[in-house]
């Protein structure tokens, strides 16, 4: 089992930067694929970022694109979410999720966290 906790949520003003963090527990990180999603109120969770095993290749959504960056740190056995120009619409919970490789799909992520509220106000 792997056990995600994601923390740095908060509440902002659009235009202004945050960033996540997960940390993982349970198994080797390293063996791990991350992503980031988000889900708003009445919709569907959506995918942000994600970052391969070996931190080589990462995959960024197109409503943040240009505007998020993912990163790993796996000494320390955390993946971060670095979100910038922050924009009402980004309002979500966002969720930390494991794979063997990391990539897209939400239905292709094996273990969960419990999610962090970001809110931006205008």
């Known amino acids: 089992q792997v056990q995600l906790v994601e923390s740095g949520g908060g509440s902002v003003q659009a235009g202004t930067s945050l960033t996540l963090s997960c940390v993982a527990s349970?198994?080797?990180?390293?063996?791990?694929?991350m992503g980031w999603f988000r889900q708003a109120p009445g919709k569907e969770r959506e995918f942000v970022a994600s970052?391969?095993?070996?931190?080589?290749?990462?995959w960024v959504g197109d409503s943040v694109k240009g505007r998020f960056t993912i990163s790993r740190d796996n000494a320390k056995n955390t993946v971060y979410l670095r979100m910038n120009s922050l924009k009402p619409e980004d309002t979500a919970v966002y969720y930390c999720a494991a794979n063997n490789f990391g990539g897209r799909s939400r239905v292709e992520y094996d273990y969960w966290g419990q999610g962090t509220q970001v809110t931006v106000s205008s």
């Open positions: 970052i391969s095993v070996s931190g080589f290749n990462t």
């Open positions: 349970g198994r080797p990180f390293a063996d791990f694929g």
